[in-house]
């Protein structure tokens, strides 16, 4: 006659069982992440504490860092009107330029999600040729589209609405941003798009909902991973981004881009130019952690 | 001194003590590497950092081919950009081309290298207000490359003939009525600034905050009046037509009026009032790693038949007295190359520490 | 197919946005393409059709040089970006493991730090480096293509990541537990099972990085060393002169070349397809 097991003796043997099994999944984790994990922090990580530790130091009169006489004026700098200015004006920008960026991108994402799959890898790819070529080349194709000679201008000319002095100024700037960074939205909302099981809105259309109200209930919350994630990598390069309103807006105003570029480039004073960097990404990073937890809880 | 603190205080010497190699760069002692070069040696290719398109292919080729080495040129395109790369060591360039300024924070700094002045004996060609130049007053550091002037090139269709020769163009609300909106400005604090505060009578390299406090007024009203702020396009724009008056420098200014068919409807002059005149240096860093090749190459250019060629080319002014004589005598007689007037002309110096109060000074003027 | 359960304004909104957004994208590329044949060395001026440009390219050794540059340095470190950035992304979704949420946190700072913040701390830590190398191992090492391939693999590794987590966030766990169910192993399900599911994420991301990396100005200019210039840096070192329809003629031939590898991987998956049609008959 076969003696069955204990109950408890069963119970406890599960429950080991699964720890190791836990154990094992906490080690294979590691392990796959290991590689990347080490070298973020090597080259990562470690430079970044460098930076950070150039935010203490002193600018000599020569413009270079001296690392002794640690003291927190390039923090106490911070609070001077001018970097409230250029902070939130850059937030605007960067607010305008996302939203835009959204909206254009999500009917093309899931226009794209929708074809045949040769169409959909071909028209990605489309997407991404253009940023191919040199940044800078396109930043002055635009700035000749949007010029008071330019094909843009013209056009507007030919159907009687005048000329149009569109750039150097901040129209001339979203478009610029818009454009550099509509990729980024594309690609991530794309990649949730397509993992989009279908048939559950069509199974909402069967339940009698809308277009629209599929959308919203249905199609909407389940893509939001890729909002989330175009929205951050659109938001925060833009709030970095110095280069297009210097060449389409001429400069006009103080943006966080270049406040920064300034402090490291022109004014030579690395403290300032690291503190200011350290607070920006300090304050990114928390940002993004609840943008993307409060996202998360949408699901 | 108790015992903990002893402690600490040993192991941040060793902890920092690597970093402080950036504090502490360069050479320790007054003699050049290349004190054991002879004239016209060489010991390794030629590693030249220089502005984009400042020499002339061929000149580098003529010394590639004299020396038997090769040339290999990188560029820069801002001072600020190449000083911590030279500064922070190992950046593999033999010659390098600050500016006026710069020269002067490279020598404190020791990031630059005295010169083996025994095997640049073409030194001597230079002209007397080069030899020495300000922000080198021993004369062992540099060897001026070029020199030029900042100010403003104009549309004479728009402005007229005789348009008023001052920096009230871009600062004076009532002058600039018919070409509102059509000024670009220098994005360059020293340069932008320098131009107010000569407008106002003051020095461009002063130290005084309510002089810096009006010239950033005048600043900030103009930006109402400006297309951009444009260091780099300022002469395409002009070209072009959409801006009428471009704050700029004189050479790039007369290479691109030159190009035009209809140059003759610009011009370019430096205000009545004054304005700053740089000049561009050639340096050899403190590691550099073929320094006989870098001073070779520098007596090269200072050759009065090379200093010639490369003014002929880029159409900045030549330091070199001896390479008058070859230069094409249009370039010597164009007032915008060899202004004759040089006496309201200032060279930017460091302000030391006040630097950051004119970078502060033209963000807050932007707003 | 989901098409068909979409009303025909919607179908038609949707065409629309997508040729106007390819319009857009499109519009500069055009103009210098166009501008690339243009006989005038001044920007929006026709001067009259010529191909001098492209010609001259042929003899600038210089420009050749740094687009060999720069397309090695992207090749190489997209492909470490892409796999390192892979493994994190599954890592971070799939598993609990300690120092996860450090690591989490830390995969933001490459998106969010300022390029020109990046370009000097990865200066300094070069020089250091360097300088410790030196002092124990006596190896004079210093900067170069594998610096520029090291720096933009660290800020790449980010990117790739959160695209490639997008992607993995909306995936159906479940599938890979039906695979270990039907007695695949850990190796073949990951094969067979995710890596086809997570395919676009990977390619989205790895596209994202040879973009990056190529456009890259900053940071490179302040690790590269002598002699290895890429083409951005070498063209906004120009721009003080005049960015002339040289370089427009180089942005038109990178984006020949492109669309030629396109066209390439196309008919390729086209000969792979019928010849897998063929083999099943």
Redesign the interface.
């Given at each position: 006659m076969t003696v069955l097991p204990d109950a408890d003796v069963l119970e406890t043997a599960l429950g080991e069982a699964e720890r190791r099994e836990e154990s094992a999944q906490r080690r294979r984790g590691l392990l796959l992440a290991l590689p990347s994990f080490a070298y973020m922090i090597l080259f990562f990580a470690v430079p970044l504490v460098i930076v950070l530790v150039y935010s203490f130091a002193t600018r000599t009169s020569t413009g270079s860092t001296s690392l002794s006489d640690w003291n927190l004026e390039a923090y106490r700098k911070l609070g001077e009107p001018i970097v409230r200015n250029v902070v939130v004006r850059s937030v605007v920008l960067a607010v305008i330029t996302t939203v835009l960026c959204l909206v254009i991108a999500y009917p093309f994402a899931y226009f794209c999600a929708t074809r045949s799959a040769m169409v959909r890898n071909l028209l990605l790819v489309a997407v991404m040729i253009p940023f191919w070529t040199n940044f800078l080349v396109r930043n002055y194709a635009w700035r000749l589209l949007l010029s008071s000679g330019g094909p843009v201008s013209s056009f507007t000319e030919s159907i009687g609405l005048g000329p149009t002095e569109i750039l150097f100024t901040k129209t001339a700037v979203v478009i610029g941003l818009v454009y550099a960074y509509l990729p980024f939205m594309i690609l991530p909302l794309f990649a949730s798009i397509d993992r989009l099981d279908w048939r559950l809105v069509e199974a909402s259309r069967d339940l009698y909902a809308s277009g629209p109200a599929s959308f919203r209930r249905v199609v909407l919350p389940l893509t939001m991973p890729g909002v989330i994630a175009g929205s951050i990598l659109v938001f925060v390069p833009s709030m970095g981004a110095y280069v297009t309103p210097e060449l389409l807006g001429g400069g006009k105003e103080t943006l966080l881009g270049s406040y920064i570029v300034t402090q490291f480039l022109t004014a030579r004073n690395w403290p300032v130019g690291a503190s200011l960097s350290f607070v920006l990404m300090a304050v990114m990073l928390v940002s993004t952690i609840i943008y993307f937890r409060a996202g998360a809880k949408n699901l | 001194m108790n015992t903990r603190f002893r402690r600490i205080r040993r192991l941040v010497p060793v902890a920092?003590l690597?970093?402080?190699?950036?504090?502490a760069c360069g050479g320790d002692d007054d003699s050049s590497a290349a004190s054991d070069c002879e004239v016209g040696q060489v010991d390794g290719d030629l590693?030249l950092?220089n502005?984009?398109?400042y020499i002339d292919p061929e000149l580098k080729d003529a010394f590639a081919a004299q020396y038997g080495v090769e040339v290999?040129?990188?560029?820069?395109?801002?001072n600020?950009?190449m000083?911590?790369?030279v500064?922070?060591?190992?950046?593999?360039?033999d010659v390098i081309v600050p500016s006026d300024y710069m020269v002067s924070?490279m020598i404190?700094?020791g990031s630059i290298q005295p010169l083996n002045l025994d095997v640049i004996p073409n030194m001597s060609n230079l002209a007397a207000e080069f030899s020495p130049p300000p922000y080198d007053p021993d004369g062992k550091y540099v060897a001026p490359y070029q020199w030029g002037t900042t100010g403003l090139g104009v549309d004479l269709t728009v402005m007229g003939e005789d348009t008023p020769r001052t920096w009230g163009l871009l600062f004076d609300p009532a002058l600039s009525a018919n070409f509102d909106g059509r000024i670009t400005l220098l994005?360059?604090?020293r340069e932008t600034l320098g131009a107010a505060l000569k407008y106002l009578g003051y020095s461009l390299n002063t130290t005084s905050e309510s002089e810096l406090d009006e010239a950033k007024g005048l600043v900030a009203d103009a930006?109402d009046r400006?297309?951009?702020?444009?260091?780099?396009?300022y002469?395409?724009l002009l070209?072009?037509?959409?801006t009428a008056v471009a704050h700029g420098y004189s050479g790039?200014m007369l290479?691109?009026i030159l190009?035009l068919d209809n140059a003759d409807d610009y011009t370019y002059f430096v205000p009545d009032e004054g304005g700053t005149i740089w000049t561009d240096n050639m340096a050899v860093p403190f590691d550099a790693p073929h320094p006989c090749t870098a001073h070779t190459f520098i007596n090269f250019i200072l050759d009065a038949e090379n200093g010639a060629a490369l003014t002929n080319w880029n159409l900045y002014a030549s330091p070199n007295a001896a390479a008058e004589q070859y230069i094409d005598p249009e370039v010597l007689e164009d007032e915008i190359i060899y202004p004759s007037d040089r006496s309201k002309l200032e060279f930017i110096t460091?302000t030391?520490?006040f630097?950051?109060k004119?970078?502060?000074a033209l963000?807050?003027a932007?707003? | 197919m989901s098409g068909r359960t979409l009303a025909p304004t919607t179908r038609w909104v949707l065409r629309s946005n997508g040729a106007l957004v390819l319009a857009f994208l499109y519009a500069p590329i055009i103009l210098l393409a166009i501008y690339s044949f243009s006989g005038s060395r001044l920007p929006g001026e026709w001067g009259g059709f010529t191909t001098e440009w492209y010609v001259r390219l042929f003899d600038d050794s210089r420009i050749q040089k740094t687009i060999g540059v720069s397309v090695r340095v992207a090749l190489v470190s997209t492909v470490i970006a892409t796999v390192l950035g892979t493994s994190s992304a599954l890592a971070l979704e799939r598993f609990k493991f300690r120092g996860r949420r450090v690591f989490d946190a830390l995969l933001y700072l490459p998106i969010i730090i300022p390029d020109v913040t990046m370009a000097v701390m990865m200066l300094m830590f070069f020089t250091q480096a360097f300088d410790l190398v030196d002092l124990l191992f006596g190896l004079g090492l210093s900067k170069g293509f594998a610096t520029i391939v090291v720096s933009h693999v660290a800020f790449n590794i980010a990117f790739v990541s959160v695209v490639v987590r997008a992607r993995i966030a909306g995936m159906d766990a479940t599938l890979e537990q039906a695979a270990a169910d039907l007695y695949a192993n850990r190796w073949q399900a990951f094969r067979f099972v995710t890596l086809p599911l997570i395919a676009p994420g990977v390619l989205g991301g790895a596209l994202l990085a040879i973009t990056l990396s190529l456009d890259d100005v900053v940071v490179t200019q302040f690790v590269a060393g002598p002699g290895s210039t890429t083409l951005p840096v070498y063209v906004f070192s120009l721009i003080r002169k005049g960015v002339t329809p040289t370089i427009n003629a180089v942005s038109v031939i990178m984006l020949l070349a492109s669309l030629t590898l396109v066209a390439g991987s196309v008919a390729l998956q086209r000969a792979n397809a019928v010849r897998g049609r063929n083999n099943s008959e």
């Amino acid at each position: 006659m076969t003696v069955l097991p204990d109950a408890d003796v069963l119970e406890t043997a599960l429950g080991e069982a699964e720890r190791r099994e836990e154990s094992a999944q906490r080690r294979r984790g590691l392990l796959l992440a290991l590689p990347s994990f080490a070298y973020m922090i090597l080259f990562f990580a470690v430079p970044l504490v460098i930076v950070l530790v150039y935010s203490f130091a002193t600018r000599t009169s020569t413009g270079s860092t001296s690392l002794s006489d640690w003291n927190l004026e390039a923090y106490r700098k911070l609070g001077e009107p001018i970097v409230r200015n250029v902070v939130v004006r850059s937030v605007v920008l960067a607010v305008i330029t996302t939203v835009l960026c959204l909206v254009i991108a999500y009917p093309f994402a899931y226009f794209c999600a929708t074809r045949s799959a040769m169409v959909r890898n071909l028209l990605l790819v489309a997407v991404m040729i253009p940023f191919w070529t040199n940044f800078l080349v396109r930043n002055y194709a635009w700035r000749l589209l949007l010029s008071s000679g330019g094909p843009v201008s013209s056009f507007t000319e030919s159907i009687g609405l005048g000329p149009t002095e569109i750039l150097f100024t901040k129209t001339a700037v979203v478009i610029g941003l818009v454009y550099a960074y509509l990729p980024f939205m594309i690609l991530p909302l794309f990649a949730s798009i397509d993992r989009l099981d279908w048939r559950l809105v069509e199974a909402s259309r069967d339940l009698y909902a809308s277009g629209p109200a599929s959308f919203r209930r249905v199609v909407l919350p389940l893509t939001m991973p890729g909002v989330i994630a175009g929205s951050i990598l659109v938001f925060v390069p833009s709030m970095g981004a110095y280069v297009t309103p210097e060449l389409l807006g001429g400069g006009k105003e103080t943006l966080l881009g270049s406040y920064i570029v300034t402090q490291f480039l022109t004014a030579r004073n690395w403290p300032v130019g690291a503190s200011l960097s350290f607070v920006l990404m300090a304050v990114m990073l928390v940002s993004t952690i609840i943008y993307f937890r409060a996202g998360a809880k949408n699901l | 001194m108790n015992t903990r603190f002893r402690r600490i205080r040993r192991l941040v010497p060793v902890a920092v003590l690597p970093l402080l190699t950036l504090a502490a760069c360069g050479g320790d002692d007054d003699s050049s590497a290349a004190s054991d070069c002879e004239v016209g040696q060489v010991d390794g290719d030629l590693y030249l950092y220089n502005w984009s398109e400042y020499i002339d292919p061929e000149l580098k080729d003529a010394f590639a081919a004299q020396y038997g080495v090769e040339v290999i040129e990188d560029n820069y395109d801002s001072n600020e950009a190449m000083q911590p790369i030279v500064a922070a060591g190992n950046s593999g360039y033999d010659v390098i081309v600050p500016s006026d300024y710069m020269v002067s924070i490279m020598i404190e700094e020791g990031s630059i290298q005295p010169l083996n002045l025994d095997v640049i004996p073409n030194m001597s060609n230079l002209a007397a207000e080069f030899s020495p130049p300000p922000y080198d007053p021993d004369g062992k550091y540099v060897a001026p490359y070029q020199w030029g002037t900042t100010g403003l090139g104009v549309d004479l269709t728009v402005m007229g003939e005789d348009t008023p020769r001052t920096w009230g163009l871009l600062f004076d609300p009532a002058l600039s009525a018919n070409f509102d909106g059509r000024i670009t400005l220098l994005n360059d604090p020293r340069e932008t600034l320098g131009a107010a505060l000569k407008y106002l009578g003051y020095s461009l390299n002063t130290t005084s905050e309510s002089e810096l406090d009006e010239a950033k007024g005048l600043v900030a009203d103009a930006v109402d009046r400006i297309a951009a702020f444009d260091s780099d396009q300022y002469d395409e724009l002009l070209a072009t037509g959409e801006t009428a008056v471009a704050h700029g420098y004189s050479g790039n200014m007369l290479f691109a009026i030159l190009e035009l068919d209809n140059a003759d409807d610009y011009t370019y002059f430096v205000p009545d009032e004054g304005g700053t005149i740089w000049t561009d240096n050639m340096a050899v860093p403190f590691d550099a790693p073929h320094p006989c090749t870098a001073h070779t190459f520098i007596n090269f250019i200072l050759d009065a038949e090379n200093g010639a060629a490369l003014t002929n080319w880029n159409l900045y002014a030549s330091p070199n007295a001896a390479a008058e004589q070859y230069i094409d005598p249009e370039v010597l007689e164009d007032e915008i190359i060899y202004p004759s007037d040089r006496s309201k002309l200032e060279f930017i110096t460091d302000t030391g520490d006040f630097e950051t109060k004119f970078s502060d000074a033209l963000s807050e003027a932007k707003g | 197919m989901s098409g068909r359960t979409l009303a025909p304004t919607t179908r038609w909104v949707l065409r629309s946005n997508g040729a106007l957004v390819l319009a857009f994208l499109y519009a500069p590329i055009i103009l210098l393409a166009i501008y690339s044949f243009s006989g005038s060395r001044l920007p929006g001026e026709w001067g009259g059709f010529t191909t001098e440009w492209y010609v001259r390219l042929f003899d600038d050794s210089r420009i050749q040089k740094t687009i060999g540059v720069s397309v090695r340095v992207a090749l190489v470190s997209t492909v470490i970006a892409t796999v390192l950035g892979t493994s994190s992304a599954l890592a971070l979704e799939r598993f609990k493991f300690r120092g996860r949420r450090v690591f989490d946190a830390l995969l933001y700072l490459p998106i969010i730090i300022p390029d020109v913040t990046m370009a000097v701390m990865m200066l300094m830590f070069f020089t250091q480096a360097f300088d410790l190398v030196d002092l124990l191992f006596g190896l004079g090492l210093s900067k170069g293509f594998a610096t520029i391939v090291v720096s933009h693999v660290a800020f790449n590794i980010a990117f790739v990541s959160v695209v490639v987590r997008a992607r993995i966030a909306g995936m159906d766990a479940t599938l890979e537990q039906a695979a270990a169910d039907l007695y695949a192993n850990r190796w073949q399900a990951f094969r067979f099972v995710t890596l086809p599911l997570i395919a676009p994420g990977v390619l989205g991301g790895a596209l994202l990085a040879i973009t990056l990396s190529l456009d890259d100005v900053v940071v490179t200019q302040f690790v590269a060393g002598p002699g290895s210039t890429t083409l951005p840096v070498y063209v906004f070192s120009l721009i003080r002169k005049g960015v002339t329809p040289t370089i427009n003629a180089v942005s038109v031939i990178m984006l020949l070349a492109s669309l030629t590898l396109v066209a390439g991987s196309v008919a390729l998956q086209r000969a792979n397809a019928v010849r897998g049609r063929n083999n099943s008959e």
